[in-house]
């Protein structure tokens, strides 16, 4: 039996669903279905009563998930006996979102050697896509990057949502209508990160999900720039709330509240591979 195996079903009979799991493992439902499917073969019996809508545990299943949530229970014990008793040594590479680490890195990274003197943190810092490529390479050892809120893996990476991110639509003051849906906006050119940053990408969907274009006027590195762009009228941008409240070019910008600022929502997620994932040398 493998954990993952377990978290699955676990997942699925927690959410009543195996659409649910899906949205709590950051998965596809295909993968979900095959996790459980291979549970139920180490096994050797039905876990899921699939004639019902939605599949419900079977009255074995139902003990199975008690025994389930034991094991999970006892490898955290395990995991943070072995963290409390023993210090963590060795290298860590961790690939991290060029606007995360804009945000977090600088305090992170000393309160991370701080906490675990005798590891070696390497991090390196690219778009979302990249440091995800880079762990799917082997090069990085977790990524900690910006998805949709829709985004799904296949089987090999394992994705833990580390927080919903808030962003703002924002434009030179006096520009825009301080309320608006995101169809409206579709015909205004946007100052945004190149392709690649995960916030675009979230964008891009939403728009996308409509049939709409993303028309991009520019696209730069660098919230703090892209922002002084916005001021100065070249188009809107969309950015993490915080920075736009630390930015040094606020006063000369607004935000526009978003009707359906649902369909652009992005979330932060540590990334790491599954045990079964291939291994690349």
Not at 22 to 51: F, M, Y
Not at 90 to 101: I, N, P, Q, S, Y
Not at 130 to 157: C, K, M, T, W
Not at 252 to 280: M, V, W, Y
């Amino acid at each position: 039996m493998k954990l993952e195996d377990i978290h699955a079903f676990v997942a699925v009979v927690r959410s009543e669903s195996v659409t649910g799991a899906a949205e709590v493992l950051l998965t596809h439902q295909p993968a979900v279905t095959r996790r459980v499917q291979s549970l139920e073969k180490d096994l050797g019996v039905l876990l899921l009563d699939r004639n019902t809508k939605p599949s419900r545990p079977t009255p074995l299943g139902r003990r199975v998930f008690d025994l389930c949530m034991n094991v999970m229970r006892d490898v955290e014990l395990i995991e943070d006996l072995i963290r409390a008793d023993a210090p963590l040594t060795g290298r860590l590479r961790v690939g991290v979102a060029e606007t995360l680490a804009e945000l977090a890195l600088f305090d992170a990274l000393p309160a991370l050697r701080e906490a675990f003197p005798q590891m070696e943190v390497e991090v390196a810092s690219g778009w979302s896509t990249e440091v995800i490529g880079q762990l799917r390479q082997g090069a990085v050892d977790a990524a900690i990057a910006v998805l949709p809120e829709s985004a799904r893996f296949n089987s090999g990476l394992l994705a833990e949502s580390i927080g919903v991110l808030p962003m703002v639509v924002v434009a030179q003051r006096g520009s825009a209508p301080a309320r608006a849906r995101l169809d409206e906006l579709h015909d205004r050119e946007w100052v945004l990160s190149p392709e690649g940053c995960g916030f675009r990408d979230s964008l891009q969907r939403a728009l996308s999900d409509r049939g709409l274009p993303l028309a991009i006027r520019i696209a730069t590195f660098g919230t703090e720039q892209k922002l002084g762009l916005v001021a100065r009228g070249v188009g809107l941008g969309f950015v993490p709330e915080n920075m736009l409240e630390t930015s040094a070019f606020a006063p000369a910008l607004q935000r526009i509240e978003l009707a359906d600022s649902n369909r652009c929502r992005t979330s932060g997620a540590f990334i790491r591979k599954t045990s079964d994932a291939p291994h690349i040398a």
